[in-house]
């Protein structure tokens, strides 16, 4: 599909990122002229990423966009298939609880690979332009005849005129930054109380991996926990979040000393296979986590914000990159159903976009910030476990009645908000289910399962009715 203008439009995307980069290669080829503009330096000419995470979850939100644009089967190269969580406690043993079903899976990607496979796709096509070393200060909408778009203006260079400009700059972006200046733009930032330090472990001697590498790696010990994700090249990247301050914190971790005995205290099974964890703690930032909410996603039609940009999310359910692949797949629909060619249809698909995107950026925001106490306080507790095994039972029996809320937000394609509304209404069934008399033995009866199925039909039907509704729901990592 492509724009029937025999001038195309020319539309902007600050940030040359995932989500920059996929949006930009989706709207060339719609036949719109793109320039995406990024403040760094080529990443093709650079290392670094700027302490960004080296390693991303996969799933099939961020599959569905890819496919999409064309460019799945070059990511697959670099994609690692995780089957599930692999649980470490104090003593060394090591669980593995699967994510999902047969050969359901996410995959664990590298960031830096994956940038540069959607940066080359993008500039492959002649309709697209990649300019590095651009920074962006904000954009200016003019509505003179002549001149009718948004201005967008850059430090140390002149202000570009665009059709429309597409903020993609993360979770700090300047773009959203000017929209705040916008009667009536709602806004909301949130820091946890926690940050995160990456160490890498590095491969074994003959290159193979320390560990296995088809699932998460977790640690949880209550008030924090370690995570480690498989690297293409036989590496892992681990990472502790953990608390700023208290006694078990980032700031009571002084010295070398005090790392060696904090690594030998909680995550004893980790020590030979971190050869430079000094030498890497003391070079790697604890870096903030942090989530945003706004409102509108759109000013006049003219400005618009996807991906972190719109809801910067905490890492926790998987699904930040997805979620903002997902608006990609949404807005490139949404132009296809349309095919756009005024302003008034402009404003109609971003409204819409809008509408159909900010519930779910909500959902997706809140989910993630309750899986982090999940996957540190839970995954190793035996009554949570227990109710996981249950809720197995449940689905192998009514698979077209329940879906667990992990495989609803990682292995479908319905609404956040929807997934959201659904794991509700199932916990509040495994509440009752997990106060039964003697639960713990009798979790294997038929009877069980029945009571579960009584109970969701009670709920979905009205005649009971969730009494606390929670956003913190006991799912899954």
């Not at 496979?117 to 005849?145: C, M, Q, R, W």
Request: overall charge negative; some cysteine; hydrophobic content about 35%.
């Amino acid at each position: 599909m492509s724009t029937s203008n025999a001038t195309p439009e020319h539309h902007a995307i600050v940030g040359a990122g995932l989500v920059g980069s996929l949006l930009g290669l989706m709207l060339a080829q719609r036949g719109y002229k793109v320039t995406i503009y990024d403040r760094r330096s080529d990443p093709r000419n650079s290392n670094a990423l700027e302490g960004r995470s080296i390693n991303l979850a996969l799933s099939d939100r961020g599959w569905k966009a890819l496919e999409k644009a064309g460019v799945a089967d070059r990511v697959r190269k670099i994609a690692l298939p995780i089957k599930g969580r692999r649980m470490h406690d104090h003593f060394g043993n090591e669980t593995l609880q699967l994510y999902g079903v047969g050969d359901q899976c996410i995959y664990s990607v590298s960031r830096s690979g994956l940038n540069l496979i959607l940066v080359e796709a993008a500039e492959e096509n002649p309709l697209l332009e990649v300019k590095f070393d651009h920074v962006s200060t904000g954009y200016e909408i003019t509505d003179k005849d002549d001149k009718a778009g948004v201005n967008l203006s850059f430090k140390n260079r002149n202000a570009i005129l665009h059709d429309r400009i597409f903020g993609a700059d993360g979770a700090f972006s300047v773009i959203r930054e000017n929209m705040t200046h916008t009667s009536r733009f709602d806004y909301s930032q949130q820091y946890l109380p926690h940050g995160y330090k990456e160490i890498p472990m590095s491969p074994n001697a003959d290159g193979g991996f320390r560990m296995s590498e088809d699932g998460l790696h977790i640690w949880p010990r209550g008030k924090f926990m370690l995570m480690a994700l498989p690297n293409p090249g036989g590496s892992f990247t681990c990472t502790l979040f953990a608390p700023y301050e208290g006694e078990e914190s980032f700031k009571n971790i002084k010295s070398d000393e005090d790392v060696r005995a904090f690594f030998n205290r909680h995550f004893p099974d980790t020590i030979p296979h971190l050869p430079t964890l000094i030498q890497d703690w003391n070079t790697n930032p604890v870096s903030s986590l942090c989530s945003v909410k706004c409102h509108p996603w759109n000013i006049n039609s003219r400005v618009v914000i996807v991906g972190d940009a719109a809801h910067a999310i905490v890492p926790f359910f998987g699904q930040g990159m997805n979620s903002g692949f997902e608006d990609c797949t949404i807005l490139s629909s949404l132009i296809d159903e349309a095919v756009p060619t005024s302003e008034g249809d402009w404003k109609a698909l971003l409204d819409e976009y809008t509408r159909l995107r900010k519930p779910d950026g909500d959902a997706i925001l809140d989910l993630a910030l309750h899986n982090y106490i999940v996957m540190r306080d839970k995954t190793a507790d035996p009554k949570f476990l227990l109710q996981k095994r249950i809720e197995a039972r449940i689905t192998a029996a009514h698979s077209n009645r329940w879906k667990p809320l992990y495989t609803l937000v990682t292995f479908s394609h319905i609404p956040y908000a929807e997934a959201w509304a659904k794991g509700e209404v199932q916990q509040a069934v495994m509440n009752e289910i997990m106060a039964s008399h003697n639960i713990s033995e009798k979790w294997e009866s038929d009877e069980i399962v029945e009571r579960a199925i009584k109970l969701l039909d009670d709920y979905e039907s009205g005649s009971s009715t969730i009494a606390h509704p929670s956003p913190l729901l006991s799912t899954d990592a």
